[in-house]
């Protein structure tokens, strides 16, 4: 069974266009998060959740929206895509927000904006 | 802004060597992860360090944190071909983890 499972894997989409990325995690964790990993491979985080309570939000365009409706879920929902946001984005789980914590990837989805 | 700066960006060696890895910053952190990426794939833990000198093994893999809490190295014993993958380090900082960019390790049979 996957433990962080987010979805679609690939999507190849057209500048202006809006879509969502699924995640869900059956660890039963309190914590969820998106990185960003762009081409160089930098991995970057830009949302953090705790039981649902957004508590970290990095320097992100206002386009990302994240959305958790419980704790195993998060939603990544991006409007009027870029061709710079085409990267590797990642879901990401943990129990509690300490950054010792050990945090579980999902196997990321392959956004392409043409 | 805290960064941690990954040495070397690449690696290509020879199965059956020895390597090692550096992850260093001008900041302190509380703990350090690392963590291996394979492709198409996301990453996974490998070790946590938390004390500042603190020594860790896990299997040909040692990992050591400064005294400072500013840095890390990974050295690998005997590189196999299964080794191959990106290696990130981690800092943990006030409830936030930022990532290194990476050593990408190739190992050749």
């Known amino acids: 069974d996957t433990a962080v499972s987010q979805t679609p894997k690939y999507l190849v989409t057209q500048m202006g266009n809006d879509k969502s990325i699924k995640c869900e995690q059956n660890?039963?964790?309190?914590?969820m998060y998106w990185y960003k990993q762009d081409s160089k491979k930098f991995l970057k985080i830009m949302f953090s959740?705790?039981?649902?309570?957004?508590?970290i939000n990095e320097t992100v365009p206002n386009r990302f929206s994240p959305k958790s409706p419980d704790k195993a879920h998060l939603n990544l929902h991006i409007n009027s895509l870029e061709l710079g946001d085409s990267a590797v984005y990642f879901c990401?789980?943990?129990?509690?927000?300490?950054?010792?914590?050990?945090?579980?990837f999902g196997e990321g989805s392959w956004l392409t904006v043409v | 802004t805290q960064l941690l700066e990954q040495s070397p960006q690449f690696l290509s060696i020879q199965e059956g060597e020895n390597l090692t890895v550096y992850c260093n910053s001008s900041?302190?952190?509380?703990?350090l992860q690392w963590y291996r990426q394979e492709p198409g794939e996301g990453p996974v833990l490998l070790v946590t360090?938390?004390?500042?000198?603190e020594v860790k093994k896990l299997k040909r893999l040692t990992f050591q944190f400064g005294d400072a809490r500013k840095d890390s190295s990974l050295h690998i014993t005997a590189a196999q071909p299964g080794d191959t993958g990106l290696y990130l380090c981690?800092?943990?900082?006030?409830?936030?983890?930022?990532f290194g960019k990476g050593t990408k390790l190739s190992v050749k049979p």
């Open positions: 990401a789980s943990s129990h509690g927000s300490r950054s010792g914590n050990t945090i579980y």
């Open positions: 900041s302190v952190f509380s703990s």
């Open positions: 360090v938390v004390t500042g000198g």
């Open positions: 660890l039963g964790h309190d914590t």
């Open positions: 981690a800092g943990g900082s006030q409830g936030n983890l930022i």
């Open positions: 959740y705790n039981n649902k309570e957004l508590i």
